[in-house]
């Protein structure tokens, strides 16, 4: 539960100021005003949703294309929550919303790829201490 919290502070950060920059913008273009509400419960489901993915995709038990799969379905919510806090100013056409689930995509298969190279470089490291447990064992 602790990195689960650390995991949602930190993304609860970055919504914030993601979701306060694009209300900036919005104001700037088309004069358009949002509650400071609707953005920071919009900011707390967006971070609850990317928080709770990015833990099932962390978890090291289990089959690991399935936490990537299920960890990807986890984050999706999160964009209709996004649709749902900036309606129509900045979603006005259809190709945003999935212009926004490709970013989460490809933030996502970079994540998996991240942790693929890791989890590679783990177990190489292990095989390598294993062989020279093995070898120290010949040599006895």
């Given amino acids: 539960m602790k990195k689960y919290i650390d995991t949602f502070l930190k993304t609860f950060l970055f919504a914030n100021v993601a979701f306060l920059l694009v209300a900036a913008g919005v104001k700037y273009n088309l004069n358009l005003t949002y509650a400071f509400l609707q953005l920071e419960v919009g900011a707390l489901l967006f971070s609850l949703f990317v928080a709770l993915g990015l833990r099932v995709l962390l978890t090291a038990k289990g ?8 960890g990807f379905v986890l984050i999706l919510p999160a964009v209709a929550v996004t649709r749902a806090v900036f309606s129509l100013a900045v979603f006005r056409f259809t190709f945003v919303v999935y212009a926004l ?5 490809v933030a996502y298969a970079a994540a998996v790829v991240v942790l693929s190279a890791r989890a590679k470089r783990q177990a190489a490291a292990l095989n390598a201490l294993l062989d020279d ?8």
């Fill in 101 to 105: 689930a490709a970013v989460a995509a």
């Fill in 133 to 140: 447990r093995r070898s120290s064992e010949k040599a006895e």
């Fill in 63 to 70: 089959n690991a294309i399935l936490h990537a799969v299920a």
